[in-house]
């Protein structure tokens, strides 16, 4: 059995100590170094030819986001980054799976049997599938594909789920959405004190208003709604009106935010006026609801698996038949603003 050869990256003696002790406990993976910066981290790589690194986002001689642009523009491969869930430490970890870590895992902030099992389950876990995982190239300045430019109105309201590399799948998605589009809802798998920082971020460089959904906030066209983190997103009514409704039921799919819950609140609320999309995530979640969607007579579309940093949610979504179609990421905004008319 070939063996997921794994590299440690952080400043650490403890950290670096625990993940190696973590890591090396399973049977396909093996930790063959670790390095405590970035200069040594350099060495590393080229002499061992890992196939994961785990990376600290806080360290000397050279941030782990530096070192990370760095590598991915001139020897892309699979990054899990360790990072601190801190309201501070967001916009730094957003901005790694931008550049192009696949995933991020947040260190345990007590050291309790329970606490560090339930890190160790999600380390072992997102190594894993981080060696299968697609990696691109950093380019500083992705080119934004410019769409035909429509003054038609838009009838229906897309729904999009996403999970590992969502974050940078879902802002090109976006980046070329005009500032008439239709009411956009999104649930992408993420912590609490990082959905706020993403709604902030995707606001500043979009020309579309995006906000972190709120209890009672009217779905006006123009505008995008990401569901917070560990909070469902469903829609009610209010009067005449749509409103975002905010609950805290249980997990679904192991997820809160699930992108069923919102598939299936949309669905209930709009019927076949909708356009659901499914882009790059581990595992299964929304596949039932987009099945569902479709169905009822929306029209669904799915990331295709060369353009998928992971192809597990449109896939299962995919073998299901919930999807109309599959589509390079590149591809899939000019589609779904076409369908939504």
């Not at 997102?126 to 990696?135: F, N």
């Not at 309201?157 to 239709?182: D, F, M, N, R, Y």
């Not at 020309?207 to 560990?230: H, N, T």
């Not at 659901?276 to 009822?296: F, I, P």
Request: glycine share 6%; hydrophobic share 45%; proline share 5%.
């Amino acid at each position: 059995m070939k063996k997921t050869r794994v590299l440690v990256i952080d400043d650490s003696a403890l950290i670096r100590k625990m993940l190696t002790e973590i890591l090396n406990s399973c049977s396909d993976i093996e930790v063959i170094g670790s390095a405590e910066d970035p200069i040594d981290a350099r060495e590393k790589i080229k002499q061992l030819s890992p196939d994961v690194l785990t990376l600290d986002i806080e360290m000397p001689k050279m941030s782990g986001l530096q070192f990370l642009k760095n590598l991915m523009r001139l020897r892309p491969m699979p990054v899990i980054m360790v990072s601190t869930l801190t309201e501070r430490g967001a916009p730094e970890t957003l901005e790694a799976l931008e550049v192009g870590a696949v995933d991020y895992i947040c260190k345990p902030k007590a050291n309790t049997e329970v606490k560090l099992k339930i890190f160790s389950n999600e380390l072992i876990t997102k190594v894993r599938m981080a060696s299968s995982a697609h990696v691109q190239p950093y380019r500083q300045n992705k080119a934004v594909m410019a769409l035909t430019k429509s003054e038609a109105g838009y009838s229906k309201i897309i729904a999009i789920g996403a999970s590992t590399g969502g974050i940078e799948a879902i802002k090109q998605v976006l980046a070329s959405v005009p500032a008439h589009c239709p009411p956009i809802l999104i649930s992408q798998h993420i912590p609490k004190v990082f959905s706020t920082s993403f709604a902030e971020r995707l606001d500043r460089f979009l020309e579309v208003s995006v906000f972190e959904a709120q209890e009672g906030m009217l779905i006006r066209p123009g505008c995008v709604y990401i569901a917070p983190g560990d909070y469902h997103l469903t829609v009610a009514n209010s009067g005449n009106n749509k409103v975002c409704r905010i609950i805290q039921t249980e997990r679904i799919n192991r997820h809160r935010p699930a992108v069923d819950v919102m598939f299936e609140s949309i669905l209930s609320m709009y019927g076949s006026s909708v356009v659901a999309v499914m882009l790059t995530g581990m595992g299964n979640d929304g596949a039932h609801g987009m099945l569902k969607l479709k169905q009822a007579g929306a029209i669904t579309y799915a990331q295709d698996e060369a353009t998928s940093v992971v192809w597990g949610m449109p896939q299962a979504a995919y073998k299901l038949g919930a999807v109309d179609e599959l589509l390079p990421l590149s591809k899939i905004t000019e589609k779904m603003l076409k369908s939504a008319q």
